[in-house]
């Protein structure tokens, strides 16, 4: 541990495979890990004692696996970002940790410098998804071409263009935060687009952020 920056805990029922997590972020100056943890329980006993700003989660663990464990996280200590970390990208446990709360989904072949940046990118609120992860969640949420948006998914893309986190975008519209995460993807799959940036250009460009952003 480095004494400073981002404050995380590493959360996998595996030995080695979280020592090797936390040897590729251990050198690394903006984050701190201030715990690991082989359950899930064991992992909402450490939040509630040190609050860390991220968890980094397995999926399948003993006691109580990933998806349970991001749910009482997101639950009980909102401050903490919970992103999963773990080899299985199979559909739907892909939506159960999207929907229990998880800021992100990665897998565990990511390279050191797409950790890092993840682990910046969701503790400043953004959603990250692995490309494989993004591809899956599209394909299986596509709506047709043009299909129209919802005033709520308006709604998000508005403050979105307006450069708000997904916190930020949850407070300001008064829903969960889990939820801004499912507008975004399901108007990400409407629009035919990975990201927040073009997701802004295309409704642009389409007419469906009439208003002219500063």
């Not at 030995?15 to 936390?22: C, D, K």
């Not at 909102?78 to 940790?97: F, H, M, W």
């Not at 953004?126 to 993004?134: D, F, G, Q």
């Amino acid at each position: 541990m480095n004494g400073s920056g981002l404050r995380v805990v590493v959360v996998d029922d595996h030995t080695v495979m979280r020592a090797g997590v936390i040897a590729l972020l251990a050198d690394e100056d903006t984050i701190e890990i201030v715990g690991e943890a082989a359950n899930g329980r064991a992992a909402l006993e450490l939040v509630e004692r040190l609050d860390p700003d991220l968890a980094l989660v397995d999926l399948r663990m003993p006691v109580l696996d990933g998806v349970t464990t991001t749910a009482e996280v997101v639950a009980r200590f909102p401050r903490t970002r919970v992103l999963i970390l773990t080899t299985y990208d199979t559909d739907a446990e892909i939506e159960r940790a999207v929907e229990a709360g998880a800021i992100g989904y990665l897998l565990k072949d990511t390279t050191r410098e797409q950790l890092v940046d993840a682990v910046h990118a969701a503790a400043r609120g953004e959603t990250v998804l692995a490309p494989r992860v993004a591809a899956k969640l599209v394909a299986r949420m596509r709506r047709p071409a043009q299909e129209p948006l919802t005033d709520r998914e308006t709604d998000v893309l508005d403050a979105v263009a307006d450069g708000l986190t997904n916190a930020e975008i949850g407070r300001r519209l008064v829903i969960a935060e889990a939820t801004v995460k499912t507008h975004l993807l399901r108007l990400f799959a409407k629009l035919d687009v990975n990201d927040r940036t073009r997701a802004v250009v295309v409704a642009l460009e389409r007419g469906l952020l009439p208003r002219p952003r500063p």
